[in-house]
């Protein structure tokens, strides 16, 4: 999608990259080229660092007046407390200091600080005013100067912020400086699967500046945030604005299309719910994936402060018995049996961040052309293009949290065994900083439609309070189901019971009350010589020499989970959508140039298990 706009379903569409760079400072790139020898990604090798994932960033909140502040800064690594005096070189963001991508290709470590620099100029159209300053993720802990003045903290690696800079600015250059501490395993921070000793199904750390940094243009008057809920049962949308400098009287005007055809539209008083009704809704699935376009408007005295469009889809995800007394998954009230991937969201070459937003598609379009109809998306969080994408796409999304904290005194995983359950004993700091950050990830993914699961544990890592957790991530968001401890220890808790088991599938645990559900399994690797991250070191559940061997293996596997459905399986996720490091379990390779697998014969017994609930 180089050089093109960000393609928002319907109308929503719009010549945002017109205005994403405008008045850009940046170093010149004469100097930049990918650090290190390892395997890269085709999108990788054409990287253009004058154009770094120039889309608008944020799809459920679109405005006009941006800027791209991506490309290549300054950097230092510098050890902890340390100012920089001089910057080490150049560094291409927003890839992670550790990435080829970066073109630094070093690690930093807990005892080191990453520091970054870098000028820009704003549009004298932006006179009156506000300016945000976005960041999409940085990891971890990040301190942010505007010419000299600090404009804010913030820790967690997995969310965006921003900042109101207006007060900070001047006419002409300005400096934007950026201070990033990572601790990676060392801390008890949510750090998914970034160790400083990677291995097997560990890998390489992750810090810095990760997602797209961008600047926007607000009135003085502005919307900052939307709340979109589904309800499937009133045949309704509600809506919630969270509000900037507005005062008593000023209301919001929310309208809803299909296409150009408007089909809904309702106000409300600032700080109230705007709800839609929809006569004859259109409903999302992984079939047909319904997008609405949605324009929100704040006035004052009928005049309009600011105006943002979105969109939205309606389904309803919910469980219930089937004929047989089995609780399923339901997905708008019927029946469907999940299937699908778990994908990591890893890049040989940009490590967390894809090199292009082609790239970011990518795994997502493949997993729906191989007929599954559900991505497991493993401990990590993408940035939000990846959502919309599978939102546009019909594909649903069980979303972990980040593990962290597993280090001394982790429980002993007892995955077969219901009752007897250990939990981690976290620091009050370690527990604060886990539900801190879970409450920012749901809130800033709460309006992607496909997300249908939320995974608060993996297995026992770092698993804690799991019932309380569980039950207040139901409450928190009641219209999605919560997978309490995929494959970890059990607890009555949640919507499903979640078992893991490799590499075949076995149902050695069932729950009368709750779903039960495969949440990993298969992992059948392939050794390609070609495409290996390390071509001595590689590793797999178990191991085949050719796609057939491997095709069959996944069809035998197949044929026993099929087996297993009526007795009680409700979803499964096959481990695993590419290579990662020197894991061999994909179903493609890390670089994504070879898919390994039949995928033809692979869609045909997917698609069987996908639709073997229909009714």
């Not at 706009?5 to 205005?19: E, K, N, Q």
């Not at 405008?22 to 085709?42: C, F, N, V």
């Not at 469980?319 to 778990?342: E, H, I, K, Y």
């Not at 392939?526 to 797999?540: A, M, T």
């Amino acid at each position: 999608m180089k050089n093109k706009s960000m393609m928002l379903p319907g109308r929503v569409a719009c010549t945002l990259l017109a205005s994403a760079f405008l008045l850009m400072s940046l170093p010149g790139h004469a100097q930049w080229k990918p650090a290190g020898d390892r395997i890269r990604t085709e999108w990788g090798e054409r990287l253009d660092p004058e154009q770094v994932l120039p889309e608008y960033p944020r799809p459920q909140l679109v405005r006009g007046e941006w800027q791209n502040l991506n490309g290549l800064w300054h950097y230092a690594i510098l050890p902890l407390g340390t100012q920089p005096t001089a910057w080490e070189g150049e560094i291409l963001v927003p890839f992670a200091a550790e990435s080829s991508l970066s073109g630094v290709g070093r690690r930093v470590g807990a005892q080191q600080e990453l520091w970054y620099e870098r000028s820009f100029t704003v549009s004298s159209k932006w006179s009156g005013k506000r300016v945000l300053l976005h960041f999409g993720a940085v990891d971890w802990r990040a301190d942010v100067w505007v010419n000299g003045v600090h404009v804010g903290t913030h820790s967690g690696g997995f969310t965006p912020f921003e900042y109101d800079i207006t007060e900070a600015l001047k006419k002409g250059d300005n400096t934007l400086r950026v201070r990033v501490w990572d601790p990676t395993d060392e801390g008890t921070q949510p750090r998914g699967k970034q160790v400083n000793r990677p291995s097997g199904i560990w890998y390489t750390p992750v810090t810095g500046i990760w997602q797209t940094v961008w600047l926007e243009a607000v009135p003085q008057q502005y919307v900052r945030s939307l709340k979109t809920t589904p309800d499937l049962d009133r045949k309704s949308f509600r809506v919630e604005a969270d509000l900037c400098g507005v005062q008593p009287g000023d209301r919001i005007r929310v309208q809803l299309f299909d296409g150009t055809t408007q089909v809904a539209q309702a106000e409300a008083l600032c700080g109230g719910v705007a709800e839609l009704y929809v006569a004859e809704p259109k409903l999302w699935s992984p079939d047909t994936p319904f997008l609405y376009d949605m324009t929100v408007t704040l006035e004052r005295n009928g005049r309009t402060l600011d105006e943002v469009r979105s969109y939205a889809a309606m389904r309803k995800f919910s469980t219930g018995r089937d004929r047989s007394g089995v609780v399923r998954l339901l997905l708008n009230d019927r029946p469907l049996f999940q299937f699908g991937p778990l994908d990591q969201g890893w890049w040989p070459d940009g490590l967390y961040t894809a090199p292009s937003d082609e790239a970011l598609a990518y795994d997502v379009i493949k997993t729906k052309e191989l007929g599954y109809n559900m991505i497991r998306k493993h401990i990590k969080v993408e940035p939000a293009r990846w959502y919309w994408h599978c939102d546009r796409l019909g594909m649903i999304v069980w979303q972990d949290m980040p593990s962290g904290d597993q280090a001394d005194g982790m429980p002993q995983w007892q995955n077969r065994k219901y009752f007897t359950g250990e939990e981690k004993h976290r620091s009050a700091q370690s527990e604060a900083c886990y539900r801190k950050e879970w409450r920012e990830i749901i809130d800033c993914l709460y309006n992607f439609p496909s997300i249908g699961v939320w995974v608060p544990f993996n297995e026992a890592w770092g698993q804690f309070k799991t019932v309380e957790i569980a039950e207040w991530t139901k409450a928190y968001d009641p219209t999605r189901l919560v997978n309490p401890a995929s494959g970890g220890n059990h607890y009555q808790t949640g919507d499903m019971l979640d078992l893991h088991h490799y590499p075949a599938p076995e149902l050695y645990l069932y729950d009368h009350n709750r779903a039960t559900v495969l949440g990993e399994y298969g992992g059948i690797g392939l050794v390609l010589k070609d495409h290996l991250w390390e071509p001595d070191r590689n590793w797999g559940y178990v191991r085949f020499d050719s796609p057939k061997a491997v095709t069959d293996e996944y069809e035998r596997y197949a044929e026993t989970l099929s087996r297993l459905i009526p007795s009680g399986f409700s979803a499964a996720v096959y481990t695993q959508t590419t290579d990662v490091e020197i894991e061999v379990n994909g179903l493609m390779t890390y670089d994504r140039k070879v898919m390994k697998v039949d995928a033809e014969r692979l869609r045909s017994i997917n698609e069987r298990i996908c639709h073997s609930l229909d009714e």
